[in-house]
């Protein structure tokens, strides 16, 4: 046992080593955006937890936008993945309903609206959504 430290994402106190998210390893995490939004500098973390959250993605980096050529020589079209495209809308819509405490969004419109307006890369991905659901 490790005494009366508790990791802050898992609670658990049952850990031989706790690490400490602070210094350059939190800029580092903060500008990564790996940082969850009820840690602050200094958070205590399990060793499971501090890989899984924050060294193993800092290992793997970030996944690139990848863009593609347009032939009509219109502006490039960027391509996320789905899954990035996915994960992106969440982190929009959480910190809009839990961060800034503004309610639920029920009209598709609106929602588009808000996303694209957050999120740049993603103001061709609903098109590119559209296209995959019906491509004639």
Avoid at 11 to 18: A, D, I, L, R, V
Avoid at 61 to 72: A, M, P, S, T, Y
Avoid at 107 to 115: A, C
Wanted: aromatic share 10%; glycine share 6%; charged share 30%.
């Amino acid at each position: 046992m490790s005494g009366n430290k508790r990791c802050t994402e898992c609670q658990s106190t049952e850990s031989t080593k706790f690490r400490s998210l602070n210094g350059e390893k939190w800029k580092e995490a903060e500008s990564k955006g790996l940082v969850k939004v009820m840690w602050e500098e200094g958070v205590v973390l399990c060793n499971s937890c501090y890989m899984q959250f924050v060294e193993n993605p800092l290992r793997r980096g970030l996944k690139r936008v990848k863009v593609i050529e347009v032939e009509d020589g219109s502006t490039p079209a960027i391509k996320l993945e789905l899954a990035d495209a996915i994960k992106a809308m969440a982190k929009i819509l959480y910190e809009r309903e839990y961060v800034e405490k503004k309610g639920p969004i029920y009209v598709f419109d609106e929602m588009r609206n808000i996303v694209e307006e957050s999120d740049p890369a993603l103001e061709d991905f609903f098109n590119q959504l559209y296209s995959a659901a019906r491509p004639f």
